[in-house]
């Protein structure tokens, strides 16, 4: 008989995380640009000493812990912490994760909580790491909350270069340009076709005005990372925005360091004339000059272009990210 209560006891719920988590390949081990368990336990012990927070356990009648399930709580959204519930492999054929993700949902609609998410990060080849979870979120009633993703990730050492030429584009800082204006810039050069549209709908960050502004501050004021003027590039032709990318640097103790593509945006009636490529050849010398080790970026699967683009460069797909979502009902 399983029951589940709330953790008071952070010794025994880090001893019952370590347990759940020892199977997974990122536990096991190092692998480049994947989860670290090290910073994952500090992450972990931090969110625990929130009360905001949800930390249950699943226990049997002598209080042995059979998994456990960390919630995040932010904004009246709810989420699932990384690979979780989490459940030791002998554990996971007696519906232990079903349990405590059922007391959970409770739990969160008690407090009024409407949407709860969950995200998995798997490597791009080994998509079997991720079916377990998978199932249980599908049989808890999570539904995909946007388009599967991929990460991609280019090694300097690896030089290859990309002859880029069109003598029609100015690539420029972005300083003459307020945030709103490339906010009006990212949707339209998204959302303007159905094709885009098709592959870039669900996404808030490059769809919905609101969003989509909230992250440029967030990169602009270095929550992200470095990202100073040099890092926010635009093309132009005869003074008109054409293109756009943002950039940054991340420091992450587990990690080499890194530049990030966090937006590459060129507008449909430009594409095919070099504008990205000019861009992203602008923020490579950036990141090289910068020292960084690597080029990372993520895109939806679907959109193949610019994945050959990116392939052009180097980079290699390394990852893929599926999302769901449940809404609650009250």
């Avoid at 008989?1 to 990122?26: D, F, Q, T």
């Avoid at 007696?94 to 990060?121: Q, Y």
């Amino acid at each position: 008989m399983i029951s589940v209560r709330e953790a008071v006891s952070w010794k025994a719920y880090k001893e019952a995380w370590n347990n759940g988590m020892k199977h997974l390949h990122w536990f096991t081990e190092d692998i480049l640009f994947d989860y670290n368990k090290d910073e994952e336990l500090l992450e972990l012990k931090e969110d625990f000493n929130n009360s905001q927070n949800l930390f249950l356990e699943a226990i049997t009648k002598n209080e042995e812990i059979q998994g456990v399930l960390g919630i995040k709580i932010r904004n009246n959204i709810a989420s699932f912490r990384r690979w979780e519930p989490a459940i030791p492999k002998v554990n996971q054929d007696r519906k232990i994760g079903k349990i405590l993700i059922k007391e959970g949902i409770t739990l969160l609609k008690n407090k009024g909580i409407k949407e709860v998410n969950c995200m998995l990060k798997y490597p791009f080849n080994s998509p079997e790491f991720a079916n377990w979870h998978k199932d249980l979120y599908k049989d808890a009633g999570f539904k995909k909350r946007k388009a599967d993703g991929v990460s991609l990730l280019l090694n300097f050492s690896n030089k290859r270069n990309i002859k880029v030429q069109n003598s029609d584009i100015v690539i420029d800082n972005c300083k003459d340009f307020s945030l709103n204006e490339l906010v009006d810039f990212t949707l339209r050069a998204f959302g303007l076709t159905k094709e885009d549209r098709a592959i870039h709908g669900d996404d808030q960050v490059v769809s919905n005005p609101e969003v989509c502004l909230r992250v440029l501050q967030a990169i602009k004021k270095g929550n992200f990372g470095k990202s100073n003027h040099d890092f926010w590039k635009v093309a132009l032709i005869d003074g008109k925005i054409t293109g756009l990318i943002v950039s940054f640097i991340p420091k992450i103790a587990s990690r080499p360091k890194h530049g990030v593509i966090g937006q590459l945006a060129v507008s449909p009636e430009f594409r095919g004339r070099g504008i990205a490529s000019n861009l992203i050849s602008k923020t490579h010398e950036i990141f090289r000059n910068e020292n960084c080790k690597y080029g990372f970026v993520g895109t939806p699967i679907a959109n193949i272009g610019a994945i050959k683009l990116y392939e052009k460069f180097g980079y290699e797909i390394t990852f893929r990210m599926s999302h769901f979502s449940m809404f609650i009902e009250h």
